[in-house]
């Protein structure tokens, strides 16, 4: 299948295009971590992996969140 017809790929396990929804969760920031990411991003948009890093460790979150 070709990318973009809704077959999805059958030649490698690609993630979300087998045609089966992954169920997504939203994450809820407490004020503290809110007030925190708020606070870098405002300062650097696109922050670097570092940065990102740094993040996850005050907030207690996985760096994918902060991204």
Partial sequence: ?????GGG???CPCPG???VPRKRRRTT???GQLSELERAFA???YPD???RER???LTQLPEAKIQ
């Fill in 49 to 51: 992996i570092a940065t």
């Fill in 17 to 19: 295009l087998s045609g």
């Fill in 55 to 57: 993040l996850a460790e």
């Fill in 9 to 11: 790929c059958s030649s």
């Fill in 1 to 5: 299948d070709k990318l973009g017809d």
């Fill in 43 to 45: 300062a650097i948009p």
């Fill in 29 to 31: 920031f407490s004020r």
